[in-house]
C-alpha cells in the first residue's frame, strides 16, 4: 500500500540555519503530496502541497519539490527562525485518504 | 476560516468507562470528517472516515463496536471509545473537509488517558 518516509528526529538547529526534512513515499497512481505543520498545542496546518511531478510547493518560506523520479518530496528552508519550531508532517493524498509520515520535531534555538 | 475544534483536550478515565470526544467544524459545513490516532512518535493513523447522515468506514483493523462514530450534522462528528481499556490510551485526531479527502483541516486533538 501507499507509504511515507521521512527523517526521523528531533532536529535542533540555530536560527537563520538551513533546514532540510527528507520524506520519500510509495504510492501507486500519481498522488498528490504535501507537508503538514503542528505547532505545540495546535492542530496540524497545511504548510505546502504539490499536485503533480516537478511541481514546487511553497509557503512562509518552506519548499518541496514534487520529484517523480526519486519519489521524493524534500522540505527545505533557508533560514529558519525560532517560530519555525514544531513538528513537520509529510504525507499523500491516496484512495480517498491521507497517508502520512512519522513527523520530524523541529527545534530552533536563537 | 476552516476551524475545527474538539473537546475535550483531554481526559482521564477509569478502565471500563466509556468516553466521547466530539470533533466540530466552527465556521463551515463539513460533508466528510476523519478520526485519526497517533502513537508517541508515529504517524496518524487513519480510524474511520464519516460523511453526514452515513454510517462510518472504519480502516481494516479498527473496531466499529470499540470506537464509534456518529456524524449526525455537517458541523458535529463524535467519537465515542467504549469499554475503555489502558491501550486505548492515545491521542485522538479529527479532521474536517468541504469536499476532497485532500483538504481536510484539523482539530488540535484529544489526549486520552485510561487508567
Not at chain 1, 11 to 34: D, K, M, R
Not at chain 1, 58 to 65: H, L, Q, V
Not at chain 1, 93 to 109: D, R
Not at chain 2, 21 to 45: G, H, V
Request: aromatic content about 12%; glycine content about 8%; proline content about 4%.
Amino acid at each position: 500500500g501507499d507509504s511515507v518516509t521521512q527523517m526521523e528526529g528531533p532536529v535542533t538547529l540555530s536560527e537563520e540555519a538551513f533546514l532540510t526534512i527528507n520524506c520519500t513515499y510509495t504510492a501507486t497512481g500519481y498522488p498528490s503530496l504535501f507537508w503538514y505543520v503542528q505547532y505545540p498545542g495546535e492542530g496540524l496546518q497545511l504548510l505546502l502541497k504539490a499536485t503533480k511531478a516537478d511541481d514546487k510547493g511553497s509557503n512562509k518560506g518552506f519548499e518541496a519539490t514534487y520529484r517523480k523520479e526519486t519519489t521524493s518530496f524534500h522540505l527545505e528552508k533557508g533560514s529558519v527562525q525560532v517560530s519555525d519550531s514544531a513538528v513537520y508532517f509529510c504525507a499523500l493524498s491516496g484512495s480517498e485518504k491521507l497517508v502520512f509520515g512519522k513527523g520530524t520535531k523541529l527545534t530552533v534555538n536563537p | 476560516g476552516a476551524v475545527v475544534s474538539q473537546h475535550p483536550s483531554w481526559v482521564i478515565c477509569k478502565s471500563g468507562t466509556s468516553v466521547k470526544i466530539e470533533c466540530r467544524s466552527l465556521d463551515f459545513q463539513a460533508t466528510t470528517m476523519f478520526w485519526y490516532r497517533q502513537f508517541p512518535k508515529q504517524s496518524l493513523m487513519l480510524m474511520a472516515t464519516s460523511n453526514e447522515g452515513s454510517k462510518a468506514t472504519y480502516e481494516q483493523g479498527v473496531e466499529k463496536d470499540k470506537f464509534l462514530i456518529n456524524h449526525a450534522s455537517l458541523t458535529l462528528s463524535t467519537l465515542t471509545v467504549t469499554s475503555a481499556h489502558p491501550e486505548d490510551s492515545s491521542f485522538y485526531i479529527c479532521s474536517a473537509s468541504r469536499q476532497a479527502v485532500e483538504t481536510q483541516y484539523f482539530g488540535p486533538g484529544t489526549r486520552l488517558l485510561v487508567l
